[in-house]
């Protein structure tokens, strides 16, 4: 199923009388979770916001390999992308969350992150006359709990992306891809398999998989296994779409990966860059010997998955 392209979606809200943004008397819980997302009066020590790990710039990922969060605590895992999450069914790299809503709440929470209980974040923007009247405008209630989860996922569920060269030549439109970037398309259907776990229109079909980037030792992170406690799940992590992968560098959960070309060379052959990997997933059992030109033709379709406004004009 292809996503709507933003042109279309923009006429229909012309159509439908909602087309420009609300004003200050005219709130939505979608302008209420950007205002929350970018404030951070949802920290302990009001220093990061959603948005300090989250850049918008960078399709709403980071730069570092780990995101700094309150007192200058580093956190565990590399930030993911909020963009996209719109038909996801997992959240987090281990699948904690299976809503939008219980996500939301997770980072403001997290004591390497914004370190802030719920109920404190909500005395907080209680004790604000102006969140508490755009609270009671969108919601009819003050801020609670419930309301702020909500609000954030609405905000959450705008930063869809549709506009692509990849899109745009699904769509056959001409001259979408150039020529190296409909090989690499093929390479990355056939001989890397990798539509196996990166499939959808977001390119992940929300699975868990396991490509050898744990062994128990230096490498720990026992990823799914720390929710479901199942052995078959350790160092399985969620499969991330790849919309907008060339600009959410570094990569995997642990950003141990600087660049796409470095993602492509492990995965061509895994074992050489990490012999005592455990629970490897079985297509990354064996090298696969991709040529030179086949991994300049992958990165190239890679980069085909960038949206429009992410591009330098």
Known sequence: ??????????????????????????????????????????????????????????AFADTTQFSQGVHGRIGGRNTPSAMNMDSREAFFWDGRAVTLE??????????????????????????????????????????????????????????????????????DEPHSMSEQQIR?????????????CHFSPDFTGDEFRSIGLFNGRNANDSGRYAVTKSPADL???????LRNVAITAPYMHNGSFKTLREVIDYYDNPVLHMPDGLNRDSLLLHPLGLTEVE???????????????????
Not at 1 to 13: E, G, N, Q, R
Not at 161 to 168: A, F, H, K, L
Not at 235 to 241: A, L, S, T
């Open 295 to 313: 991994k300049q033709d992958l990165e190239a379709f890679l980069h085909a998955l960038t949206d429009d406004q992410f591009v330098k004009k």
């Open 235 to 241: 160092g399985k992590m969620k499969v991330p779409g």
């Open 184 to 196: 690499g398309r093929e390479v990355f259907r056939t001989k890397v398999k990798c539509l196996e």
């Open 102 to 171: 219980q996500q939301a709440l997770g980072p403001i929470e997290n004591p390497l992150e914004m370190n802030l209980p719920a109920n404190e974040a909500v005395k907080r923007l209680s004790r604000s006359p102006r969140y508490r009247s755009v609270f009671h405008k969108v919601f009819k209630q003050y801020p609670n709990k419930q309301n702020l989860a909500q609000a954030l996922a609405a905000f959450e569920r705008t930063l869809e992306t549709s506009n692509t060269p990849n899109d745009r030549w699904l769509n």
């Open 1 to 58: 199923m292809k996503k709507t392209p933003v042109l279309s979606l923009l006429l229909l809200a012309i159509v439908a009388g909602t087309a420009f943004a609300p004003g200050p008397d005219r709130p939505t819980k979608e302008s209420l979770g950007k205002m929350l997302f970018f404030d951070p009066i949802l920290s302990e020590d009001s220093s990061v916001s959603c948005a300090s790990c989250h850049k918008p710039e960078f």
